[in-house]
């Protein structure tokens, strides 16, 4: 499962890359469903001038054009850094079964304070909707940024 989560987080580091030649935070994410990429997202949050822009939101409303679903039962989301409050609750609005992430914020330097997705999903009574990986390709999810 780790050679998976890591050659589907490779790819989610190319569309941060991507992200990052165009102006915005890199942050990259993919949706997988069935071993089939459905959505690509890169932060766009610059380019755009759209604040809702990140990754995931992108990634998701891409899912939901390429398939016609608005719901992500089963699917995987890659993310290389950790969701921001408003990116989790999206994630769990669409009822996505995996969140992998690879980096997170340094202790002390989230903007969000001492927020984990853990802790949102958590109170949110969410916990048994989606299992949550941390840790793949960390280093080189933090280092991109």
């Not at 469903?33 to 997202?41: D, K, L, T």
Request: net charge negative; hydrophobic share 35%; glycine share 14%.
């Amino acid at each position: 499962m780790q050679e998976q989560h890591e050659y589907y987080m490779r790819i989610a580091l190319e569309d941060a890359a991507t992200g990052k030649k165009e102006g915005n935070v890199a942050v990259g994410s993919i949706i997988v469903r069935n071993g089939e990429v459905i959505a690509h997202g890169r932060n766009l949050v610059t380019t755009d001038k759209d604040p809702t822009a990140h990754a995931e939101t992108v990634a998701l409303r891409e899912a939901g054009r390429s398939t016609g679903d608005v719901e992500f039962p089963g699917a995987t989301l890659y993310t290389t850094f950790e969701p921001c409050p408003m990116c989790c609750g999206a994630i769990m609005a669409a009822g996505v079964g995996t969140l992998v992430m690879g980096g997170r914020p340094a202790p002390g330097e989230s903007r969000w304070g001492d927020y984990t997705v853990e802790g949102l999903i958590e109170t949110a009574g969410y916990g048994a909707g989606i299992d949550v990986v941390t840790g793949i390709l960390t280093q080189e999810c933090v280092d991109i940024r």
